[in-house]
């Protein structure tokens, strides 16, 4: 039986996390989400600089909850596993390493949600995404009304929310959802490559600085966050990369990071 998640991880450092099930749309069954929650754990112990989610076949990236599944549940067996659904979710968001959802397909509900726990988001110029929870007479429960809102404001998240319509790339891009829209999934995945490959240059041990100060510091008033950023700017100090960034600088080299 093939894997529900694979992992590739390249010479670059670039990880390539795919969600393996296409004959169901890559909907997150618990075998799956049990898997998917193992590879990031693999992800945390590997050298991964940049990790790209995305999905397996041509139809979608990941279509939210196994509907079929959660058929035959009892309600607190649904709780449940939504519940895993949210924790897995967060497992993704808490990777310090910068994340991209290359969505080349259909993302919808938990699916969405997935994308919306990277850090980038890019997607392929056919493919639809939305938050269509209400249709189902429930509510997004994996992090969409606070991560959605975060990201494109609160009118334009109850928008999609409440209408439970999808929405396609180029409103995406315009309300800022995704950073880019591609016109197949070849050219997703040269774009997404390329951007992975521009993260891979810079120091690993900056970047989860960086992305830490950025995470943590959204989350509360300007004040604090700016001390936020101050603590994760002290800690690379000390660190060997950034004297081999200043000596790759001053003898006019690319600089040779190890993340230390």
């Given at each position: 039986?093939?894997?529900?998640?694979?992992?590739?991880i390249?010479?670059?450092?670039?990880?390539?996390?795919?969600?393996n099930?296409?004959?169901?749309?890559?909907s997150?069954?618990?075998?799956?989400?049990?898997?998917?929650a193992?590879t990031?754990?693999?992800?945390?112990?590997?050298?991964?600089?940049?990790l790209?989610?995305?999905?397996?076949?041509?139809?979608?990236?990941?279509?939210?909850?196994?509907?079929?599944?959660?058929?035959?549940?009892?309600?607190?067996?649904?709780?449940s596993?939504v519940?895993?659904?949210?924790?897995?979710?967060?497992?993704?968001?808490?990777?310090?390493?910068?994340?991209?959802?290359?969505?080349?397909?259909?993302?919808?509900?938990?699916?969405?949600?997935?994308?919306?726990?990277?850090d980038?988001?890019?997607?392929?110029?056919?493919?639809?995404?939305?938050?269509?929870?209400?249709?189902l007479?429930?509510?997004?429960?994996?992090?969409?009304?606070?991560?959605?809102?975060?990201?494109?404001?609160l009118g334009?998240?109850k928008?999609?929310?409440f209408?439970a319509?999808?929405?396609?790339?180029?409103?995406?891009l315009?309300?800022?959802?995704?950073?880019?829209?591609?016109?197949?999934?070849e050219?997703?995945?040269?774009q997404?490559?390329?951007?992975?490959?521009?993260?891979?240059?810079?120091?690993p041990?900056?970047l989860?600085q960086?992305?830490?100060?950025?995470?943590?510091?959204i989350?509360?008033?300007?004040?604090t966050?700016?001390?936020?950023?101050?603590?994760?700017?002290?800690?690379?100090?000390?660190?060997?990369?950034?004297?081999?960034?200043?000596?790759?600088?001053?003898?006019?080299?690319?600089?040779?990071y190890?993340?230390?």
């Amino acid at each position: 039986m093939s894997p529900l998640v694979n992992l590739e991880i390249t010479d670059e450092q670039i990880g390539y996390l795919t969600l393996n099930r296409p004959e169901a749309a890559n909907s997150l069954s618990t075998i799956l989400l049990d898997e998917l929650a193992n590879t990031l754990e693999e992800v945390k112990q590997s050298n991964v600089n940049v990790l790209i989610v995305t999905g397996s076949g041509e139809k979608a990236f990941c279509a939210g909850a196994d509907l079929k599944e959660r058929a035959g549940m009892s309600e607190d067996e649904v709780v449940s596993t939504v519940e895993k659904i949210g924790d897995t979710i967060r497992m993704l968001e808490q990777i310090e390493i910068p994340t991209i959802a290359m969505i080349n397909g259909a993302a919808y509900g938990g699916g969405l949600e997935l994308a919306l726990a990277c850090d980038l988001r890019v997607m392929t110029s056919d493919a639809k995404v939305g938050l269509t929870e209400t249709s189902l007479a429930i509510i997004p429960g994996a992090g969409g009304t606070q991560r959605l809102t975060r990201l494109i404001g609160l009118g334009r998240a109850k928008e999609m929310i409440f209408t439970a319509k999808p929405i396609d790339a180029d409103k995406a891009l315009t309300i800022g959802l995704v950073e880019g829209v591609y016109a197949n999934e070849e050219e997703v995945k040269e774009q997404t490559h390329a951007l992975a490959a521009q993260i891979t240059k810079n120091g690993p041990f900056a970047l989860k600085q960086a992305k830490k100060a950025i995470q943590h510091g959204i989350q509360t008033d300007i004040t604090t966050g700016l001390e936020i950023e101050r603590m994760c700017y002290q800690k690379t100090i000390p660190t060997k990369d950034r004297k081999e960034g200043l000596q790759a600088f001053k003898e006019k080299r690319k600089p040779n990071y190890t993340g230390k």
